[in-house]
C-alpha cells in the first residue's frame, strides 16, 4: 500500500471529483465545474473535510500553511479556465480568474447557505462568459 504524504489524497480526490469534458459551449463548461463544485463542498467527503479545514485555517496558521499549500480548487479551475481561454478572448490569466470562478460557490457554501442549484450556476456561469468574451 502506498503511503501518500499530506494533502495528496486530497489533491487526488479533488482533481478527480473536479475534472470535467469541454464542450464546445463555455457557458455549458463552466456550469459544469462549478455544478461539480458545489456537490464537491457539500457531498464528497474530501470536499467536507476541506471546508473543516478552510474554517480551521482561519484561526491556526500551521492548518493555514497546509491549505495554502495544497490548494485544492486552483488547479481543477486552472484546468477549466485553459479549456474555455480558447474562445474567450478575456480570461485573466491570473488567480482573480480562478477567484471569479469559485468564489462565489466556495462563499455561500461556507456561509451555510444551502448549496446553489444547477440554474444559479448557470446564471454565474453566463455572467462570466460575458465578462470574459
Known amino acids: ?13 479533488a482533481r478527480k471529483e473536479l475534472t470535467f469534458a ?3 459551449d463555455p457557458v455549458r463548461t463552466v456550469t459544469d ?5 458545489a456537490k464537491f463542498l457539500t ?8 471546508r473543516a ?12 500553511g497546509l491549505v495554502a499549500e495544497a490548494d485544492l480548487l486552483a488547479a481543477p479551475a486552472l484546468a477549466v479556465l485553459d479549456r474555455v481561454r480558447a474562445r474567450l478572448e478575456n480570461v485573466p490569466p491570473d488567480r ?3 477567484a471569479e470562478l469559485c468564489g462565489p460557490v466556495v462563499l455561500l457554501v461556507m ?17 462570466l462568459v ?3 468574451a
Do not use: C, K
Open 53 to 64: 479545514l478552510l474554517g480551521e485555517a482561519q484561526h491556526d496558521p500551521e492548518v493555514s
Open 22 to 24: 469541454a464542450h464546445s
Open 43 to 50: 457531498v464528497s467527503p474530501a470536499g467536507i473535510a476541506y
Open 1 to 13: 500500500m502506498d503511503v501518500l504524504p499530506p494533502g495528496a489524497q486530497f489533491r487526488q480526490n
Open 111 to 127: 456561509s451555510g447557505a444551502p448549496a446553489p442549484t444547477r440554474p444559479a450556476l448557470q446564471a454565474h456561469a453566463r455572467r
Open 33 to 37: 465545474f462549478l455544478v461539480g463544485l
Open 130 to 132: 460575458a465578462a470574459w
Open 96 to 98: 482573480f480568474a480562478v
